[in-house]
């Protein structure tokens, strides 16, 4: 029973929270497609131009375990196609609820963290000291691959792919891995990751841009604050898959 109310809680909070956001939207934004984890699609309008995709609240189980400890975030990503790619993400923001940290990118207009510009991490090599993020939401068979990694760098979950991705961009962890990252949270982390200076490609170092967006799907990827962090966990990652 006990587990029961608290799927109903989750339940209640996500849909909350994608109710006010597609209300908000259906108000104020010009006509688009509209993807949300909890509504589905739906069209705003008529001859939409615009996509808009956002993950009601990210980080679930963090929210209901400890809310007042653990991160759980809200993230946007607004792209100027109605049938996008991932290289159309014109704006995207992240908000970490506990804490009321934002992180926000506009193409081609840099990424911000609190009103300030974000700074990702100037590591370059992998050690000890290297902050490595390996999302265990979906582990598969990749999961037994990298776990000779985790000796060599300093791995952690935080529970929240936004977060993962976001922090990327400032600096808040060096790198990020994996294996099905669902795309809810995706759009808006290649937006901030590159327009922060860092890189974010799938396992074989191609570039996102050009691939379907596609809000239900997942896709292995790399990111790292800068690019020769990236080189360094992207010929890493080969030697351990390749296994």
């Known amino acids: ?35 949300s984890e909890e509504s589905g699609r739906l069209e705003l309008g008529r001859d939409p131009q615009l996509t808009i995709a ?28 109605p049938t996008p790619r991932f290289g159309d993400a014109l704006a995207a923001a992240v908000l970490e609820h506990r804490t009321g940290t934002t992180w926000e990118a506009v193409r081609g207009g840099g990424c911000r963290i609190n009103d300030r510009i974000a700074q990702p991490t100037l590591r370059t090599e992998l050690d000890r000291r290297t902050l490595v993020i390996v ?8 999961l037994p691959r990298l776990t000779p990694l985790y000796p060599e760098v300093w791995v952690k979950d935080y529970g929240s792919a936004a977060l993962h991705l976001a922090g990327i961009s400032s600096g808040l962890f060096d790198a990020y891995l994996a294996a099905g990252q669902k ?59 390749a296994r």
């Open 1 to 35: 029973m006990h587990g029961e109310q608290v799927v109903d809680i989750s339940t209640r909070g996500d849909l909350a929270v994608s109710e006010a956001l597609t209300r908000f939207f259906a108000a104020s934004a010009p006509p688009a497609v509209l993807y």
């Open 54 to 81: 956002f993950d009601d609240i990210d980080g679930t189980d963090n929210y209901h375990r400890g809310r007042e400890l653990l991160p759980h975030c809200t993230v946007v990503t607004l792209f100027d196609s």
């Open 135 to 142: 999302d265990h939401y979906v582990t598969g068979r990749e």
């Open 183 to 241: 795309a809810h949270e995706l759009g808006a982390g290649c937006l901030l990751i590159e327009e922060a200076g860092g890189r974010l490609t799938d396992w074989n170092g191609a570039s996102l841009a050009e691939v379907p967006y596609d809000f239900g799907g997942r896709y292995p990827v790399v990111a790292a604050g800068n690019a020769g962090l990236h080189r360094a966990l992207l010929e890493r990652l080969s030697v351990l898959t």
